[in-house]
């Protein structure tokens, strides 16, 4: 009784603090999107099995509560369960029912009701009765269902999150990034491993991440085979849409490069090995940079990068645009960089930004002789400040003649007063400071 007494506390209290959070970044909207019937993307004809077993990281943001959002495409009687990765860990499961876009607010403001909660804990006896089984709701289609599985232990390495659909059953590893195993010793008994002598020790090191290791896996030596799969879905995090992203995959012990296949759906595919961690790296224009270690443990690993849009107030340097020197007249190798941020404002219609031109220091530029035949745009004369404000001028000038609506754009020139180095001492740190910058003013 003292220990129902203290998880409805506890429960109480991250209930609070997700309310929280849910007030200030709506955190319910970053939820693991899945549709069902499962194979309805492929349009009934192929179904690959990774499809239906998956693997998720989350960090800070979502220690509290991992939403799930079931979208259903058909009538359906649908059971999921859940369990979590470590015996310690225990959670509580919410399901809703809501088909508008401001769902976060109504939960925040409890004007959404959740079916009573069940309670989910890793080691059941006599003495922790809580229920493994698995839940039924009938879905209707076209509605939408939200899944909160709320963290109430102290310590969260994660969660596995099965949804059966008839004979289809999706697995979502979720995974807490920060979470730490120790050293792990498994025995496996003589009798299970074939072609062994004697009992057999499997040592896993400490690793970031949570480990997983079944007892049937190591029956025979064929079944130690190291090569493996990696696949990679990038998708923003907002939208839940595919992004066509430059995704590195690194080996962490000989820092080489893994080379993949992109796959007409847009997955990356790489041939790895179990037992090997991994640097992954992604990114896009518009979105933050994603960097993420994973160690390698199953048959098919599959990882959901979740990329995040820049949101009002973020800023980002432009990095390949180049101006002659002493002028705002623009060099042929910005051509890339600038339609990118051209396809980024035409993709996102309700993005404004400003564009901000920066100098090494703000000192006065006199103009340059060689340049006197050409255009005004070459033969400038005045402060560094005006040089910058006349650079994301030409920059907002290249949008605009492009399609994109003046009321959008802001130009500002910096000069030198916001500098990378305050004291440059060589060429190369003075370069840093020349620079053009987009401040995302509304998103």
Not at 187 to 197: A, C, M, P, Y
Not at 408 to 427: E, S, Y
Request: glycine content about 4%.
């Amino acid at each position: 009784m003292q220990r129902v007494l203290f998880l409805l506390c506890f429960i109480v209290g991250v209930i609070s603090i997700e309310a929280q959070t849910i007030e200030g970044d709506n955190d319910c909207t970053y939820s693991k999107e899945i549709i069902v019937p499962f194979n309805y993307l492929d349009n009934a004809v192929t179904k690959t099995m990774h499809h239906l077993n998956q693997t998720v990281f989350y960090n800070y943001r979502d220690q509290f509560s991992y939403w799930y959002k079931v979208i259903a495409k058909e009538d359906a009687i649908l059971k999921f369960k859940v369990n979590p990765i470590n015996d310690s860990d225990e959670y509580v499961v919410y399901v809703y029912q809501y088909n508008g876009k401001d769902f976060c607010d109504k939960v925040y403001y409890k004007k959404i009701r959740a079916v009573k909660p069940t309670f989910f804990i890793g080691n059941v006896s006599k003495e922790n009765p809580y229920d493994l089984t698995e839940k039924t709701f009938a879905a209707k289609k076209d509605n939408v269902y939200y899944i909160s599985v709320l963290n109430t232990s102290l310590n969260n390495c994660g969660h596995n999150f099965y949804l059966i659909d008839r004979k289809d059953t999706l697995r979502v590893k979720a995974l807490h990034l920060p979470c730490k195993r120790d050293v792990v010793h498994l025995s496996v008994k003589e009798s299970s491993v074939k072609n062994s002598q004697k009992k057999q020790d499997i040592i896993i090191a400490k690793i970031n991440g949570p480990i997983i290791v079944k007892k049937d896996s190591v029956k025979t030596d064929s079944s130690l085979s190291t090569k493996t799969t990696l696949v990679c879905k990038i998708t923003d995090a907002k939208k839940k849409t595919p992004i066509d992203a430059n995704l590195i995959v690194i080996s962490e012990i000989s820092k080489e490069e893994i080379t993949g296949t992109k796959t007409s759906n847009g997955e990356r595919i790489y041939n790895v090995e179990k037992g090997k961690k991994y640097r992954v790296k992604c990114t896009a224009f518009g979105y933050k940079n994603y960097e993420q270690k994973i160690s390698i443990v199953n048959e098919t690993n599959v990882v959901d990068i979740l990329l995040e849009p820049f949101k009002e107030g973020d800023n980002f340097v432009m990095k390949s645009i180049y101006f002659y020197p002493n002028t705002y007249a623009l060099k042929k190798a910005s051509s890339d960089e600038l339609q990118k941020l051209l396809d980024y404002l035409l993709n996102n219609e309700n993005i404004s930004i400003e564009i901000q031109g920066h100098t090494n220091g703000d000192h006065h530029i006199a103009k340059n002789k060689a340049y006197s035949t050409l255009g005004e745009e070459w033969n400038f004369e005045g402060s560094a400040k005006a040089l910058s404000q006349k650079r994301a001028e030409a920059i907002k000038k290249y949008l605009e003649n492009n399609g994109v609506k003046p009321e959008r754009l802001d130009a500002k020139g910096c000069g030198g007063k916001k500098p990378i180095v305050r004291d440059p001492q060589t060429n190369e740190e003075g370069q840093l400071n020349i620079r053009v910058e987009v401040v995302i003013l509304k998103d």
